[in-house]
């Protein structure tokens, strides 16, 4: 029963929150390595462009909620997400056209794609503040649990008890959606071979017939659709705020870093050895232990590695170690 | 341009001639920098008091106050510092109404004013560490420090019943000020702090602070941050996981934020924020009228400030603050006439016969550890989702 109390503090503090937090930064990464695969640049617009895209599906939201449509129990933000998807997807591509095209042209180095795309964000920023402005939003609606801690425990008659949130739930189901969706159309179709190929050897491709600009604008709409998903589950999970989605960037290049550039496999990976990891290794194990051991053993301090301060140090840490022993990341993505 | 020249020297000459002296107040507040939005109110309130003094035509034997402003820039210790001598040096005032940020009016009363010997009382800063800092007895505020912040949640606490509780608080040093102060008195008063954990704020994911929180346990979460930076994603994620279901709430988590967002979620939560149910800030609005906005931060405490150091002058009978400095907390705290804003002149009229006031003021004044504000605290209990008052400290 003890050793059952200790699974139960383990998953509402540790699995559930980290499962989800590494959901959202998986689908974050995918976007990225995607770009960085195909298009070779690190995109360090994707926080802003996150923030964009779910800012529109926000004001979508809101008018719905305004008419009087919602989705029952679930949130109205889902039923605005293909409108969002498609306005992101329009802006991607008028970016595309504007900025990145004239250096792909020139056949620019990628640092120079870097900084570029750091000027693009600039300009996401003040766009997204302009439309909604600095603050927070929260725009979740619906049922907020599937059930709660005091449901379980009472259900249970256990001294402990975990909750599920349902946007807890929504994330892990959706990106596993998305990645099942992503990974078939990578692997099946025929536009999908032809990305591969296309990150594989741009010659090779290009003598094979493949039209690159189809596969650019292809890209764009996967990465449209893929940093509206994770915008949205991070603000229908946490709350939308623009400065914390430009931070954001950090954990999601992690996470793509750690896994391997390029590698869609190791985007996934990434996210969750982030997310656990900055969640683990803050955790003070103290209440885990006390169930767990027996009388006489249990911690009289907080077990606890790292101070919560260093939550984000501990991404960091882990991303100087694989690049010092596996600079191409856990899953043999392209060198940095 | 001749007639305003002889009107000014007339002037002159008629104050000269009819005033035993004339007193100058310095005003020395960040008129520029952070808080410059609340400054210029802060400063009218203090020369507000000025004018009523010299008007009374009672203030040691009929002299006037003049105030002379200058800006303490509130972060930059040079320019304070600077401006402060200035003052002292070149304007030659009696006292100064000032400084306003706990950093630059440390910085002043170490530099400037033990140097020349000259009192300060500021009306706004609030750093524990101003209470030992070396004074010569010419340093008031009449802000209370964090520190008292803390005792009294400290006693709330332990009124309630509750001996352990776990406490987060933003990672700045308003935060880190008030949870040191809060975690020394509460386990002077016999209690434990399980875990003092920092957070930032802006952040949107608290679950590793709140599950570090969780597992150290404690009857009450004390969240000591903003209501509507990361304390508020703290409360979110302590009731989503069923870590806490209560909270203590210190002055910054005070705020209409905090019922909106969490309404009976928190229920039976306790907190505290300046405030007072002494008829001084009524009479104080009263008096101002349109003047300046009177319901404005720290405008209660700086006209406070300044009368309290034209009371002490008019107590000693002198503008020598070696003199003078010794009175301040004799005319702030009882026995004698309780006086009101609007009523210096009775003050300073009781003071000329010999007898002795209880300042209460705008801001209901009480100078305890050696001249600060014992502050004044409203008490509060979420119920039904509203935040009740339940009493005052």
Not at chain 1, 80 to 108: C, E, H, N, S, W
Not at chain 1, 183 to 191: G, I, S
Not at chain 2, 147 to 174: F, H, W
Not at chain 2, 228 to 246: E, K, N, P, S, Y
Request: charged residues 15%; aromatic residues 10%.
């Amino acid at each position: 029963m003890d050793l059952l109390n200790s699974l139960i503090v383990l998953t509402n503090f540790v699995l559930v929150p980290a499962l989800a937090y590494g959901a959202q930064l998986a689908i974050g990464a995918l976007g990225v390595t995607l770009i960085y695969g195909i298009l070779r640049f690190s995109n360090f617009a994707h926080g802003d462009t996150m923030a964009f895209s779910t800012t529109i599906t926000i004001l979508f939201t809101w008018w719905f909620q305004s008419i009087g449509a919602n989705f029952g129990p679930l949130p109205t933000a889902l039923l605005a997400l293909p409108f969002g998807i498609a306005i992101t997807a329009l802006l991607m591509l008028g970016t595309d056209r504007i900025v990145y095209r004239f250096y792909r042209q020139q056949k620019a180095k990628p640092v120079i794609l870097v900084i570029v795309s750091m000027g693009v964000m600039f300009v996401m920023n003040g766009l997204v503040r302009f439309i909604i402005g600095v603050g927070d939003q929260n725009f979740a609606d619906g049922e907020r649990f599937i059930f709660t801690v005091r449901e379980f425990r009472d259900w249970s008659g256990l001294e402990e008890g975990f909750g599920i949130r349902t946007t807890q739930a929504i994330t892990v189901i959706t990106a596993v959606i998305v990645v099942a969706l992503l990974f078939w159309f990578l692997n099946k179709t025929r536009t999908g071979k032809s990305m591969r190929a296309f990150s594989d050897n741009e010659d090779l491709a290009l003598l094979s017939g493949i039209n690159p600009e189809r596969v650019v604008m292809v890209t764009w709409l996967i990465v449209a659709a893929l940093t509206t998903i994770a915008g949205v589950l991070y603000g229908l999970d946490k709350s939308f705020k623009p400065f914390t989605y430009f931070q954001l960037l950090l954990p999601i290049f992690a996470a793509a870093i750690v896994g391997g550039l390029g590698s869609p496999l190791g985007a996934i990976a990434g996210g969750f050895v982030i997310a656990f990891s900055e969640v683990t290794i803050t955790y003070a194990w103290k209440k885990v232990l006390v169930y767990a051991l027996p009388d006489g053993l249990e911690p009289s301090g907080l077990a606890q590695l790292m101070s919560t301060d260093y939550k984000f140090a501990v991404s960091f840490v882990i991303l100087i170690i694989v690049l010092l022993f596996r600079p191409t990341g856990l899953f043999k993505g392209q060198s940095v | 341009m001749k007639k305003l020249l002889m009107a000014s020297t007339a002037v002159i000459g008629l104050t000269g001639a009819a005033h035993a002296e004339d007193v100058t107040l310095g005003v020395i507040l960040g008129f520029t920098g952070p808080i410059e939005s609340l400054t210029p109110a802060m400063a009218d309130a203090a020369e507000f008091a000025m004018t009523e003094v010299s008007e009374s035509g009672l203030f040691l034997d009929g002299s006037t106050v003049t105030p002379v402003r200058a800006d303490s820039t509130c972060v930059d210790a040079a320019a304070a510092t600077a401006a402060a001598e200035r003052l002292i040096t070149s304007d030659g005032v009696n006292g100064i109404v000032g400084a306003d940020c706990s950093g630059v009016t440390g910085a002043i009363l170490s530099n400037v004013a033990v140097p020349n010997g000259a009192v300060m009382i500021s009306p706004s800063a609030t750093s524990p560490a101003l209470t030992t800092a070396e004074d010569d007895g010419l340093f008031f505020r009449t802000a209370p420090s964090d520190a008292r912040q803390g005792k009294i949640m400290a006693d709330i606490l332990m009124e309630d019943g509750i001996s352990s509780v776990a406490l987060t608080y933003t990672n700045n040093d308003y935060g880190q000020g008030l949870a040191d102060a809060f975690q020394s008195a509460f386990e002077a008063a016999g209690g434990t702090v399980t875990l003092s954990a920092a957070h930032e704020d802006g952040k949107a994911d608290y679950s590793a602070e709140v599950g570090a929180l969780a597992s150290a346990g404690g009857d009450r979460l004390v969240v000591a941050g903003y209501v509507d930076q990361g304390g508020a994603g703290i409360v979110r994620a302590a009731l989503d996981t069923g870590a806490f279901d209560t909270f203590h709430f210190p002055d910054g988590m005070i705020g209409d934020q905090l019922t909106a967002n969490f309404g009976d979620e928190i229920e039976g939560s306790t907190g505290q924020a300046p405030g007072t149910d002494s008829e001084g800030a009524a009479m104080f609005a009263d008096a101002v009228g349109d003047a300046f906005d009177a319901s404005s931060t720290y405008t209660s405490e700086s006209y406070d400030a300044a009368a309290l150091i034209l009371l002490a002058m008019q107590a000693a009978g002198s503008t020598d603050p070696a003199a003078y400095k010794e009175m301040v907390e004799t005319v702030a705290n009882a026995p004698g006439e309780q006086i009101f804003p609007g009523e210096l002149a009775k003050g300073l009229e009781i003071l000329a016969g010999g007898g002795d006031i209880d300042y209460v003021g705008a801001s209901a004044v009480e100078l305890v550890d050696g001249g600060e504000s014992a502050g004044n605290y409203r008490q509060i209990v979420i119920e039904g989702g509203e935040m009740a008052t339940v009493g005052f400290r």
